[in-house]
């Protein structure tokens, strides 16, 4: 085996030359002011002291290139390929199916923005998500760049909840640099170590060593890789917080080659505090518990950045690459983004793949989406047994031990209102923070201190955690706490819900028939059967008052968390008016809205007077319309096809239950064609009214009509051509369209009887022979229109009335509605039949 020489020449002292046999090592004397030269490699260089180095000496050899080449090569080959959570022995998924660039910020959020975002959701969480982060957010090839003061760091911590997808972005990195996509240039080598499999190395291990153990090099050909790349090379640490250190990190003398060996976790930590390969960068992953003890060891100049999950761009792009389907993409990602709580947890990587996977079990069962996200309790109780059985290991207690006291810290959070929570309350309950999944930490400046306190991922998993420490909780103490959970503090229980609602809603999803039993099988955990029963009781009691506004939205979203049918049924049975007057209606209500309408055969009314219902929204609600008798519906903005919609869904498709339906639409535009909508149905007889907005022609003032007609030919009626004719102003297409139905009553309201009123209305007449009755109600009772009356007559078996006033004044007759209280009006009657015209005063009422 070939060997090599070096030779040191030293001004004060004697050369010194060294030989050592090819791939071995030598540690040779420190020498200082020396001129080095022959083909020496330096594995580590002694703190302040410098060498001059042939430009042949940095270059890499051909040897050491295809050792490289080789290492990228595993690396494409093992690293193009996820193995998900519930992937079976050979199943993969490719990366590039499922890795999506989350936010990433470079720097510390301070206390104020963290509890916006924690206390945010739905749209508003991604837009504050958004606010904070769109300008700012940083690319995989930007971690390493200089910062504001010009200055490159050699390491950077990449801190993130758990689930919020480190170890992807890590296998992204590793992927695009042995691809040449990222790094290209300012790394020769990147090498990949997880704490995880650190933890169970064995025995005393070299760097190269502990190296050998994650890539397909050995420990010789890394060796032969440094001595050539060490100023280019980056080691990748996934999973700082689970590496487990021992007091040996402080107490062992400094670690400097890495030949030299020592525990696992003392070499790493002898890397990340420079000891070894200074020269080095690092990349560091770590949970937020962990970042404060990661600061102390890493050497800098260093940068700190945060993963904050994916924005609503990328839960978009998210949903895309998963489901690799345009239509099921669609599909999927429409029916997310109208759950506000779902849409929330979404920016969270890991929950997004749970519900991308859930929604992908019930396409390929041919089941309707809506049934496979059952509860937002479910998708909680899911991402809760990924971390627990993913992302919890080497725990100092059991499970059902941790989960209890996590809703201990839970619940004292939510009585006092805090989000943010001091260290010494989670000492108080918590064991080992540092280690808990579910917890995240953070340091805030006061003054010339720090200061630590620690949040649960987002508000909403401390009202889950709240919710099932209560759920597991004694009779008489659940009992309790219920009482405490329902309280209004003195706010009316009618109108508004329980000041801890959500709790609520989340225990009554905990005790679900299916949900209990994976607390039990799972986790040992146990509710109690009679804790369903007084929330059963609570809830039948509730419905007996007349509750509205939020407590009514409130009501439906404990049913749809309960989610078990029959109870269901039996509630809406005895609740005869869902009146949510007032309450501004999310799209999330309309999914319980929907659950709780269509367990039931019938239900009585249905009241959404005044909140908010969007076009959006009444789609979400519509195959449940059919099922209420009485319905109000003011539609914020509603299309020509919005109504139409409507219209179809509530009269054809279904036995009708309905008897009464009035849709009020709130236009942003005032002068609109259509100012509300009423269906009125009987046995055999439908009424439909409609206030039109018709002002553009004085002489054509419709301010409504309403059409009677048998309840058979409803369903024949073509409302696109209905409504498109009403948007027209098109009185002669209105004629022909209501003549052809069968029509057997029709009244009018006009601003005043004109000549083309008269003449409309006896054609219509002539037109329609099934019709009966024509009343016309006007303001003004024109001499043009009179006279048109006063010649004419009905066929057989119809009669007409027109009511309305009539002005004595000789010349310049009322006609405006505001001179309707003068005293030249006069109340007059008009009857018109076969027998020809005549008039009847009216009189004034007194009061």
Known sequence: MDTFYSRFRSPDGPNVSAAAQSGSHIIAPVLTNNTITGNVHFLHNASGYTCVRPHSETTQTSATSSLIFKHKTRICSEYQYVTEYNSLPGERVLLSERFTQPLIIQRHRDQKEREEVLRSSGENFQQVLSSRSSNESSHLNSLFNPDSHGIRPIAVILQGNSGNGKTLTVQKIMMDWASDKLYKERFDIVFHLKCKEINRIPGRKSLVEILSYSCCL????????????????????????????????????????????????????????????????LLVTTRSTATDKLNQLLRGPKNFTEIMGFSEKGVEEYFQKFFQNDE???????????????????????????????????????????????????????????????????????????????????????????????????????????????????????????????????????????????????????????????????????????????????????????VRHTLWKKYGLFVHPNTQTLLKEWILKELQSDIYHYRALFILHCLYELHEEDFVIKAMKSWNRINAYGAVIRRTDCWALLYCSQCCQCLEELDLLDCKLTSEKLMMILPALPKFKKLTLPVVDPSDSDLVELMCALTRGQPLNLQNVLVSPRYNNDWHYVWSLGLTISEELCRICIRPLWYNDPAAVLRSFSLTLPHSELIKINWANFFQILHQKDLNALMYIVCFYKLQKMEIEVDCLTKRWSVWTLQIIQNCPSLTELKVDAVFLLEEGIKILQRSCTRQACSMRVHGLVCHKHSQKCRDCKDRELSCNQKVMIHLGPLGFSTETLRKPLF
């Open 328 to 514: 099921l993409f669609r599909r999927a990602y429409a029916f997310v983004k109208t759950n506000e709580n779902l849409f929330t947890t979404c920016s969270i990587p890991v929950i997004c793949w749970i519900i991308c996977t859930t929604i992908q079990e019930r396409f390929r069962s041919g089941a309707d989406v809506t049934s496979g996200l059952e509860t937002t309790t479910s998708i909680y109780v899911d991402f809760v047994s990924t971390l627990l059985e993913h992302h919890c290991q080497g725990l100092s207690q059991s499970v059902s031990i941790l989960l209890r006291s996590l809703g201990q810290l839970a619940e004292r959070g939510m009585l006092e209102q805090q989000v943010l929570l001091n260290e010494n309350t989670v000492y108080e309950t918590i064991s080992d923070p540092a280690a808990n999944p579910f917890l995240c930490k953070f340091l805030f400046k006061r003054r010339i201190h720090q200061e630590i306190m620690f949040s649960f991922m987002h508000l909403s998993f401390q009202e889950f955690f709240t919710a099932l420490y209560y759920v597991i909780l004694d009779e008489k103490e659940f009992q309790r706490k219920l009482t405490q959970l329902i309280s209004n503090n003195n706010r009316d229980s009618v109108i508004h819900p329980p000041d801890f609602a959500a709790v609520v809603q989340f225990v009554f999803g905990l005790l679900n028939k299916d």
């Open 218 to 281: 050995t420990s010789d050909e890394i060796s032969q890789i440094l001595q050539h790349s060490s100023e280019k090379v980056l080691f990748i640490i996934d999973g700082f917080d689970e590496l487990k250190l021992t007091q040996d990190i402080y107490d062992m003398s400094p670690h400097t080659d890495v030949i030299q060996k020592a525990s696992a976790e003392v070499t790493l930590c002898a890397l990340l505090r420079g000891h070894i390969l200074p020269e080095s960068f």
